[in-house]
């Protein structure tokens, strides 16, 4: 089955550009998400990109996908305290249910 | 839309109770979902629903795990009994099966401490 992986955590200076990384092991996979898991909160869906896509922008947030390495990333520019959270990477392909990472801590210092 | 119901939120009981956690999906939404999330193993997918029907219940840990969605806007999850290992936040999650992206909406977890 899929397999998602992702580092546990980052910590980034306010202001600065974090990026999250991930790597995932199904080639079919079509749909790549980010979501995003404030303290005390469920995960909400951040963004997301289809596999004939290499990049997507929405405002701060820019997503890379490398296909033939299997490799996700999520940048955000201008990193503010309130993105603080915990960032998981997911993978769908034919049973279109996601397959999701462990999440990255994200831990924006002023 | 409400979004995910879950309840309680927090849960805290004794090895060996019964514990029953709740889960109202959002109107419409056809596929339901249960996870554990835990700091040593991430968000584990327990089991999921298709039409009230389970279709993979392999993320089950063990025969003390159980659910059931007896209608479309309702769904238990009840672990019986329970141990000090099952302390984690359980998530419910809903989405409509065929919707591009396939979004999953969560509820907020219900927090379960096993003293």
Known sequence: GEDVEQSLF??????????INCT????????????KQEPGAGLQLLTYIFSNMDMKQDQRLTVLLNKKDKHLSLRIADTQTGD????????????????FGRGTSLIVHP | DAGVIQSPRHEVTEMGQEV??????ISGHNSLFWYRQTMMRGLELLIYFNNNVPIDDSGMPEDRFSAKMPNASFSTLK????EPRDSAVYFCASSKEGATPYEQYFGPGTRLTVT
């Not at chain 1, 980052?10 to 990026?19: F, K, P, Q, T, Y």
């Not at chain 2, 029953?20 to 999906?25: A, V």
């Open chain 1, 84 to 99: 603080s959270a915990i960032y998981f990477c997911a993978a769908s392909g034919g049973s279109y249910i996601p397959t």
């Open chain 2, 79 to 82: 672990i019986q009994p329970s």
């Open chain 2, 20 to 25: 029953t956690l709740r889960c109202k999906p």
């Open chain 1, 24 to 35: 995932y092991t199904d080639s079919s996979s079509t749909y790549l998400y980010w979501y």
């Open chain 1, 10 to 19: 980052l910590s980034v200076r306010e202001g600065d550009s974090s990026v």
